[in-house]
């Protein structure tokens, strides 16, 4: 089934074109192919040479429509090649873009460099662009996100144990993480770290610094890639041991670190909805493809009340999720307080997703869950997105301070705003 994408009557000119373009590519171009596009990473058994080396040439010849049609990295401004797209604009092609699995990375938006493209924007030196953004965006690096150890709570980013020390003009720093994604392939990461005085009490303020490290920096030892799900994964685990790299490596404020690490999810919190909204817009397809022509006890699925009972709850929860989602966006780019909203929809929209996936397997019985459908990863991914960038208890106990902080200061909650 194809993506159905009209013109939104309340979105300007060029989204809307945007949109329809994202569309086209993915409907004529990735979901025909999309097994074979992805056929040696998902199915081991089949991963011959003939196989990869057919899944790479539709790779560059979907990226090649995609940098014809001007839609190649949504993500960066219009001087690293981006699209220069506002903020909303990239929140309305995302949901369309996740319609079809693995799309982004076809359209330059590669996890978690996409994310470190945006921070090294923000916060990079010129110098730092040169050697790090540019190759990044070209392709011809990858690189990781290194914050989450083992023995600190991740939920808890200010107990981080990993320090970094200044020993003349170079940093040293010591630690132990895990879950660096794309932590094999990485030429560099940039790694969070304890600064200024790392004898200070664990929830300190101000403490934090994100350091550039290349990968091939003597210390830096890559123990494994964690297996997630019961697969190998490049999910890493890290030690890094008397690591030395320039000072000029921290990258923005020295003690900014933290507040980097919110710029990073704040804005991608609301554009990981906008997938989940994308994928489970494809689960709806899929359900009620197989509902109206699966025929089990003497009449097609769709006739049955059970069956019936999930498209309806389906669409409720997509609906409620998508909305909850646009109006927190809507928020952010007025200028509003958005941390319940934030916070919200980093809860609501993957419970959501993993209803509405839940019950398209259900729907599809065995083939739910088998690799022919993309509905096992995604619901996976569900599952994984209440853990990562924040649970949900994290979330949710940060909503009711801000609420309750509200009503004790005299006012009330204006759900119109
Ligand atoms: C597939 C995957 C990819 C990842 N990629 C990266 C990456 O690239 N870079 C990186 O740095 N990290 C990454 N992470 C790590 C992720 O960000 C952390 O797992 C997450 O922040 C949670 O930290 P934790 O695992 O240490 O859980 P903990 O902090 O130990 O929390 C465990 C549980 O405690 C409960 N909890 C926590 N606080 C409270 C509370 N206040 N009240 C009640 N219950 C609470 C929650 O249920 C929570 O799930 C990734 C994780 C996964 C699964």
């Known amino acids: 089934m194809a993506i159905n994408v009209k013109p939104v009557p309340t979105l300007d000119e060029r989204i809307n074109d945007i949109r329809a373009a994202t569309a086209e590519v993915i409907n004529d171009h990735i979901l025909p192919n999309e097994n074979r596009i992805w056929a ?19 790779r560059r010849d979907i990226q090649q429509r995609v940098k014809k049609a001007g839609l190649w990295a949504p993500h960066l401004p219009e001087e690293y090649g981006g699209m220069g797209l506002s903020f909303m604009q990239q929140a309305y092609m995302n949901e369309v873009l996740a319609y079809s699995v ?20 923000k916060y990079g030196t010129d110098e730092q662009k040169k050697r790090w953004l540019e190759p990044l965006v070209a392709g011809e690096m990858q690189s990781g996100f290194s914050m989450t150890e083992p023995d600190t709570p991740g939920s808890d980013p200010r107990s981080l144990k ?47 610094t994100q350091i550039i490290v290349p990968t091939t920096t003597s210390g830096v030892n890559i123990v494994r890639g964690v297996p997630v799900w019961g697969r190998d994964s490049d999910h890493c685990e890290i030690i890094y041991d008397n690591v030395r790299v320039p000072l000029s490596n921290a990258l923005g404020r020295e003690g900014s670190g933290h507040q980097a690490a919110q ?3 704040g804005a991608g919190r609301v554009f990981h909805c906008m997938n989940s ?14 509902a109206m022509t699966r025929e089990v006890h003497g009449g097609p699925l769709e006739e049955k009340q059970f069956i019936q009972g999930f498209i309806a709850e389906s669409y409720m929860d997509i609906q409620a999720a998508r909305l909850m989602t646009i109006h ?3 928020k952010m780019e007025a200028g509003g307080d958005p941390r319940v909203d934030i916070s919200a929809i980093k809860v609501f929209v993957p419970e959501a997703m993993h209803r509405v996936v839940d019950r398209a397997i259900q729907v599809w ?7 022919d459908l993309p509905l096992a990863g995604y619901y996976q991914g569900a599952r994984t997105l209440r ?8 979330h949710k106990v940060l909503m009711a301070k801000l609420i309750l902080r509200r009503y004790h200061a005299g006012e009330t909650w204006d759900f119109g705003n």
């Open 263 to 265: 710029d990073r999810l």
């Open 40 to 58: 040696a990473r998902w199915d081991s058994a089949n991963s011959s040479p003939d196989v990869h080396k057919e899944a790479s040439a539709l």
């Open 365 to 371: 019985g065995a083939a739910g869950v088998s690799g």
């Open 277 to 290: 909204i994308g994928a489970m817009w494809r689960s709806f397809d899929l359900m009620n493809e197989r």
């Open 162 to 208: 990993t320090t970094a020390r200044k020993d003349g003009n170079e940093w040293v720093i010591n630690g132990h993480k895990w879950f660096t994604s794309n932590g094999k392939r990485a030429d560099f990461l940039i790694v969070m770290c304890r600064t200024e005085d790392p004898e200070a009490p664990a929830d300190a303020d101000g403490k934090m």
């Open 328 to 330: 927190c966006a809507e």
């Open 387 to 394: 853990i990562a960038d924040g649970p949900d208890e994290v």
């Open 102 to 121: 693995g799309a982004s990375a076809l359209f330059g938006v590669v996890a978690p460099n996409s994310g470190n493209q945006k921070i090294l924007v």
